[in-house]
């Protein structure tokens, strides 16, 4: 079967590069992919007419949508009518992760297992004040140490993790500052513990996950400096074992299905669960209604089964039974940043050390100019590594980016070491 990748980034290239080796998979063309994805055909992805005829002309019958826009503008809704499937949730599902606010009543509603919060703004602004709460006092009473999301889609930056007091006043001006004063907001408490990344496959009902990862979001070294998309991924997590697993399940993802369930969304797709590990059990931070970035990058390469496969399985009624085979060992990603990401940027910068027969580089912020590759984002290269041990997966990755140098590349040198 003809294949069509939507988006740009190395969550992107990583699903390409999974779903060609396939057997079931003829062509893969990614849209509008970057300089390292083979099959690219510049459309926007937004413009739902242009994809059907796309696919009409092309003899697509799936489509993999890679990043949220897509999915929160309903791109599933569109196709419903259409021989094509769309690997993703309708736009009612897409709430989960297009909306805090929803995401957060989602879990209450339900029983999921997450931390204290109180919305503001929008909406929630007159009730708010007639109730007498203010986000100051909120923030005065948790003693700085919260975090505060925008409740729409801001590309991961729309999340500040605060430790005190001025850096939450400063979080709340760039909030207005970017949306509008009367912007939607939470402000929750900031869980302390281990971060983990689970990614489920589901048909709305069963599921299947992926083994566990962990994302390194803030920019600097030791968990500093602002929040990125992700500045690098490690699979699976030593902490994770069948007692955790059990109790992620019971309390969190079960929970999750039996809500979108009863909700009646159409979820054929993924449910990333953003987790913290705290003293008290596992806690829902956050859902994303794709595959996270950079987890893709090391959960796709860690993953035996055939992805078509289970992408199908989930529309077929078979997923319940599917068998999930994974790869020993451990997978490292390091992301390759521009300099002054995630704020102001250079682009068009030429890259050096990029060979076109290198397994495991993803490409995210790439771009082919005269046969040359040059930089055109923030995260430009995922340099993967795969070892028997962890350390053995950083020790490769690390001696790997060695290979690769462009003006101002950045990168973290802790990655995979946060838990040590």
Same mark, same amino acid.
């Given at each position: 079967?003809?294949?069509?990748?939507?988006?740009?980034?190395?969550?992107?290239?990583?699903?390409?590069?999974?779903?060609?080796?396939?057997?079931?998979?003829?062509?893969?063309?990614?849209?509008?992919?970057?300089?390292?994805?083979?099959?690219?055909?510049?459309?926007?992805?937004?413009?739902?007419?242009?994809?059907?005829?796309?696919?009409?002309?092309?003899?697509?019958?799936? $489509?993999?949508?890679?990043?949220?826009?897509?999915?929160?503008?309903?791109?599933?809704? =569109?196709?419903?009518?259409?021989?094509?499937?769309?690997?993703?949730?309708?736009?009612?599902?897409?709430?989960?992760?297009?909306?805090?606010?929803?995401?957060?009543?989602?879990?209450?509603?339900?029983?999921?297992?997450?931390?204290?919060?109180?919305?503001?703004?929008?909406?929630? #602004?007159?009730?708010?004040?007639?109730?007498?709460?203010?986000?100051?006092?909120?923030?005065? #009473?948790?003693?700085?140490? @919260?975090?505060?999301?925008?409740?729409?889609?801001?590309?991961?930056?729309?999340?500040?993790? @605060?430790?005190?007091?001025?850096?939450?006043?400063?979080?709340?001006?760039?909030?207005?500052?970017?949306?509008?004063?009367?912007?939607?907001?939470?402000?929750?408490?900031?869980?302390?513990?281990?971060?983990?990344? $689970?990614?489920?496959?589901?048909?709305?009902?069963?599921?299947?996950?992926?083994?566990?990862?962990?994302?390194?979001?803030?920019?600097?070294?030791?968990?500093?400096?602002?929040?990125?998309?992700?500045?690098?991924?490690? @699979?699976?997590?030593?902490?994770?074992?069948?007692?955790?697993?059990?109790?992620?399940?019971?309390?969190?993802?079960?929970?999750?299905?039996?809500? $979108?369930?009863?909700?009646?969304?159409?979820?054929?797709?993924?449910?990333?669960?953003?987790?913290?590990?705290?003293?008290?059990?596992? #806690?829902?931070?956050?859902?994303?209604?794709?595959?996270?970035?950079?987890?893709?990058?090391?959960?796709?390469?860690?993953?035996?089964?055939?992805?078509?496969?289970?992408?199908?399985?989930?529309?077929?009624?078979?997923?319940?039974?599917?068998?999930?085979?994974?790869?020993?060992?451990?997978?490292?990603?390091?992301?390759?940043?521009?300099?002054?990401?995630?704020?102001? =940027?250079?682009?068009? $910068?030429?890259?050096?050390?990029?060979?076109?027969?290198?397994?495991?580089?993803?490409?995210?912020?790439?771009? #082919?100019?005269?046969?040359?590759?040059?930089?055109?984002?923030?995260?430009?290269?995922?340099?993967?590594?795969?070892?028997?041990?962890?350390?053995?997966?950083?020790?490769?990755?690390?001696?790997?980016?060695?290979?690769?140098?462009?003006?101002?590349?950045?990168?973290?040198?802790?990655?995979?070491?946060?838990?040590?």
């Amino acid at each position: 079967m003809n294949i069509a990748v939507i988006g740009s980034g190395g969550r992107e290239h990583a699903i390409a590069w999974k779903l060609s080796q396939s057997k079931l998979a003829d062509e893969v063309y990614v849209l509008p992919g970057n300089g390292g994805t083979e099959n690219n055909v510049d459309i926007d992805i937004n413009d739902f007419e242009m994809l059907l005829n796309f696919c009409r002309h092309n003899t697509v019958e799936l $489509i993999f949508v890679g990043p949220e826009d897509p999915l929160a503008n309903g791109i599933v809704d =569109y196709f419903a009518g259409s021989p094509v499937k769309v690997f993703g949730p309708d736009k009612a599902g897409a709430q989960l992760e297009g909306s805090k606010i929803f995401a957060k009543r989602f879990m209450r509603e339900y029983g999921v297992a997450t931390g204290f919060y109180q919305e503001f703004g929008g909406a929630n #602004k007159d009730c708010c004040q007639q109730l007498t709460i203010f986000p100051k006092d909120t923030i005065k #009473k948790m003693n700085g140490k @919260c975090v505060i999301k925008y409740d729409g889609l801001a590309a991961g930056k729309g999340v500040f993790v @605060c430790s005190n007091e001025e850096e939450a006043l400063a979080a709340l001006d760039e909030i207005h500052q970017k949306y509008g004063e009367d912007a939607s907001y939470l402000i929750e408490e900031r869980l302390e513990g281990n971060e983990l990344s $689970i990614l489920a496959f589901t048909e709305g009902d069963d599921y299947q996950l992926l083994l566990p990862s962990q994302d390194h979001k803030q920019l600097l070294d030791g968990d500093k400096g602002p929040n990125t998309g992700g500045m690098g991924a490690f @699979c699976p997590v030593p902490f994770y074992n069948e007692e955790l697993k059990k109790q992620i399940e019971n309390d969190i993802i079960e929970p999750t299905m039996k809500g $979108i369930k009863a909700e009646g969304f159409n979820y054929k797709g993924v449910v990333y669960f953003g987790l913290m590990i705290t003293k008290t059990g596992p #806690k829902l931070l956050e859902y994303n209604v794709r595959l996270g970035d950079p987890e893709t990058e090391v959960v796709l390469p860690a993953m035996k089964s055939d992805l078509v496969e289970l992408i199908l399985s989930c529309f077929d009624g078979t997923l319940k039974d599917y068998k999930m085979e994974f790869n020993k060992g451990f997978f490292v990603d390091i992301v390759l940043v521009s300099g002054g990401y995630p704020a102001a =940027y250079k682009k068009g $910068i030429h890259i050096c050390g990029l060979k076109e027969d290198q397994e495991l580089i993803f490409h995210a912020g790439t771009k #082919k100019v005269n046969f040359n590759l040059e930089t055109s984002g923030g995260r430009v290269l995922n340099v993967v590594a795969h070892g028997n041990t962890l350390n053995e997966a950083i020790d490769k990755a690390y001696e790997r980016v060695n290979d690769f140098y462009f003006e101002d590349m950045f990168f973290r040198k802790d990655i995979g070491r946060r838990n040590k």
